[in-house]
C-alpha cells in the first residue's frame, strides 16, 4: 500500500472532511451506509449515479409506492461542489425511463423546507410545491385543502385534534414518547440517557 501523502488542511477540503468526520463521530452515518447498501443490492434499478474523472458527483434514488401506483418518488444527491441544474437534469433524464417501465408517470420528491438549500433548483427541473407538511421545526401556515373535512371524518371516529402546546404537560404525551422512542434508533445513544 502507498504511503499517504500529508498536507495542510484547505478550506476546499470541507466537504470531503465533513464526510469523514461524519462517519468517525456519528453512528447513524454507518447505519445509514448499510441500509442503503442492502437496498442497492435488493433494487439496483432505483439507484443511479454520476461520476466525473472516476469520482461520485451525485445521485438518484427511485422509489415505487403502493399506495400511489402513478407516482414515482425521487431523492437527489448531489455533491455540494457539483450541485448543478445540469446534473441534476442528467440525473433526472436518467431515471426517466425505470419510471416509465414500472407505469410511473407522475414524479415526486419531498424536502424539509430547511433541506432545501442543499437541493438542485427544483422549480428550475419542473417541479411545483403542491403541499408542505408538519416537521423540522415549521409550521403549516395555511391548512390544506379540504381539511375541515378531514377534522370532520376524524371527530365522527372519535378523535380530536388539538394544539400541542396546550398539552405539553400531559402526562400521556410522556407515556406515548416512553411507548415509541426507541422505534427508530438504529445505533446506541452517544449521549447519556436523558433524566425522568
Do not use: C
Not at 427511485?62 to 442528467?90: I, K, N
Amino acid at each position: 500500500m502507498n504511503k499517504p501523502t500529508i498536507r495542510q488542511a484547505t478550506a476546499d477540503d470541507m466537504h470531503v472532511l465533513a464526510l469523514l468526520l461524519n462517519s468517525t463521530q456519528e453512528p447513524h452515518f454507518h447505519t445509514t451506509a448499510a441500509q442503503l447498501a442492502a437496498s442497492i443490492q435488493r433494487e439496483p434499478e432505483r439507484h443511479l449515479v454520476a461520476e466525473r474523472n472516476g469520482h461520485l458527483v451525485g445521485g438518484i434514488s427511485l422509489g415505487f409506492p403502493e399506495f400511489h401506483p402513478q407516482h414515482v418518488w425521487l431523492g437527489f444527491s448531489l455533491h455540494p461542489d457539483h450541485r448543478t441544474p445540469e446534473l441534476a437534469q442528467t440525473l433526472l433524464a436518467q431515471a426517466a425511463p425505470a419510471a416509465r417501465a414500472k407505469g410511473r408517470q407522475l414524479a415526486w420528491t419531498s424536502v424539509r423546507a430547511d433541506y432545501l438549500s442543499a437541493q438542485p433548483d427544483l422549480n428550475a427541473l419542473g417541479f411545483r410545491e403542491v403541499h408542505r407538511t408538519f416537521g423540522g421545526g415549521f409550521f403549516l401556515d395555511v391548512p390544506p385543502a379540504g381539511a375541515e373535512a378531514l377534522e370532520t371524518r376524524l371527530q365522527q371516529q372519535g378523535i380530536s385534534i388539538q394544539p400541542a402546546l396546550t398539552l405539553r404537560d400531559d402526562p400521556r404525551l410522556k407515556e406515548l414518547y416512553d411507548a415509541v422512542r426507541d422505534e427508530k434508533v438504529t445505533a446506541e445513544p452517544t449521549i447519556p440517557a436523558a433524566s425522568a
